[in-house]
């Protein structure tokens, strides 16, 4: 994504780096059995999730950047407890708790975990993009953020198909394999239920071929 470079160059630094001491947590999921091909895509049942989010008015491949930087304020620190993105040690972790809260009236200094995936759906002419939050926070547990354009919001169960793939970000790969799932859920009978949805899980500096980018559909 354009412009992108300087704000995820300090994410990355604590996050993504080789040896890194930033646990990563992801929401936890349960897989769906299915009689389809699993090795095409796969259906999970996510529980609750609690997300910072933000609607920019961009095209595909500047929304991620200009969301970024607002949401990456939000975790930093913009935010009414000065709560501050954290750094715990440790292995790093793909479901449940990262081990790091910050309730609400929690003294300066606490930490936010950092999490996966970071997220991006159409909205309106343009994108809404968004953060998911650590297992361990609320909507009332959660720093209130201080910019009103970065909302906290509870997303509900829900059932997703999910395609996965490799490669870059750009806007013409998601486009061909958002086709390629299409068709795929088509074949197999499965009506979405809403607007299809660009989770990615790496830093830019990861390579091209490691990269894991998901599609999530959500389905009846």
């Known amino acids: 994504m354009k412009n992108l470079m300087p704000i995820w160059t300090l994410i990355s630094l604590l996050t993504f780096t080789p040896g890194g001491a930033m646990a990563i947590e992801e929401p936890p999921y349960t897989l769906v059995p299915t009689s389809k ?50 750094t715990p040690s440790g292995p790093a972790i793909t479901q449940g708790p990262a081990g790091v809260v910050s309730p609400a009236g929690a003294p300066s200094g606490q930490k936010i975990a950092m999490t996966a995936p970071v997220g991006m759906e159409k909205s309106g002419s343009g994108y809404l993009v968004q953060f998911t939050m650590p297992a361990s926070l609320t909507l009332g547990t959660a720093p209130e953020p201080i910019d009103a354009r970065v909302k906290l919001r509870e997303i509900p169960p829900r059932k997703l198909a999910v395609y996965r793939y490799s490669g870059s970000w750009s806007e013409a790969r998601f486009q061909e394999k958002l086709a390629e799932f299409e068709a795929l859920l088509k074949r197999d009978g499965l009506e979405a239920a809403g607007p299809a949805h660009f989770a990615r899980f790496n830093s830019p500096f990861a390579l091209w071929f490691l990269r894991r980018n998901e599609i999530w559909i959500p389905v009846k």
Not at 49 to 72: C, I, S
């Open 37 to 86: 091909n699993s090795r095409e895509y796969e259906i999970r049942e996510y529980s609750k999730v609690l997300v910072a989010e933000t609607t920019v008015e961009a095209d595909f491949e500047d929304a991620g950047n200009q969301a970024f930087r607002l949401l990456a304020d939000y975790i930093f620190g913009k935010n009414k407890n000065k709560t501050q993105l954290g």
